[in-house]
C-alpha cells in the first residue's frame, strides 16, 4: 500500500508532520531500532515503575484517609511526590541504560 500511496501522491500525517519540521529547521526523530530483547527489557523496566507507582498511591490514599491534621497532610502529600519523582527518574535511567546497550 505504501508503493500505491507514493505513486499517487498521498501521504500519511506522518509524513507531512516531518515534512513540516524540516522547513522550520528541525531535526527528524532518530529511528532507533532494537532487537526484540531489548524492547522486551525496556518493557519490563517500564512495567515494574508503573507497578511501583500504583503501590506507593494507593498506599498513599490509604494514610490520607487517616490524617486530619494540614501540617501532616502536606508532609505526606510532599513524601508522595518525593518517591514518585525518584521511581520516575530510576525508570528513565533504567530505559536510556537499556538504550544505550542495544
Known sequence: MAAKDKTTGMKSAYELAL???????IERPREETFSDEAREQIAE??????ASLA???IL????????YDP???QEEEEEYLRDRRRIE???ERK???LRGKA
Open 60 to 67: 498513599h490514599k490509604d494514610r490520607l484517609k487517616t490524617l
Open 89 to 91: 527518574d530510576q525508570r
Open 19 to 25: 515534512e513540516r519540521m524540516e522547513k522550520q529547521g
Open 45 to 50: 523496566a517500564r512495567r515494574k515503575a508503573e
Open 95 to 97: 530505559v536510556e541504560e
Open 71 to 73: 501540617a501532616k497532610r
Open 55 to 57: 503501590e506507593l498511591e
